[in-house]
């Protein structure tokens, strides 16, 4: 079992930057795939960053709507992947969630809310 707790949501101007934090529990944290979501009002839950730890180095992936503004890492020894948010857009206003995935294990955190105001 894997428990996450995410925490840096707020309320902020466009243009503005926020920093998500996800703290996971339980398994092995270095052996799961490690993203970021969100959902906004109305809308599906859509992937926004995956990071997986590598040998060599991480392996990152972004949607297109947040490239060159978003990034994803992670810090294995303290069990945490982090969301650096900039440069946000009031369209970038959802409830984010930190998934952690192994195989066919998949586990959420309880979400966290981001408002960006125009």
């Known amino acids: 079992q894997v428990q996450l707790v995410e925490s840096g949501g707020g309320l902020v101007q466009a243009g503005e930057s926020l920093r998500l934090s996800c703290a996971a529990s339980g398994r092995i944290f270095t052996n799961y795939v490690m993203g970021w979501y969100r959902q906004a009002p109305g809308k599906q839950r859509e992937l926004v960053a995956t990071?997986?730890?590598?040998?060599?180095?991480?392996?990152?992936n972004y949607v297109d709507s947040v490239k060159g503004r978003f990034t994803i890492s992670r810090d294995n020894a303290k069990n945490t992947v982090f969301l650096q948010m900039n440069g946000l857009k009031p369209e970038d206003t959802a409830v984010y969630y930190c998934?952690?995935?192994?195989?066919?294990?998949?586990?959420w955190g309880q979400g966290t809310q981001v408002t960006v105001s125009s």
């Open positions: 990071i997986t730890s590598g040998i060599t180095r991480d392996n990152i």
């Open positions: 998934n952690a995935r192994l195989a066919a294990l998949s586990y």
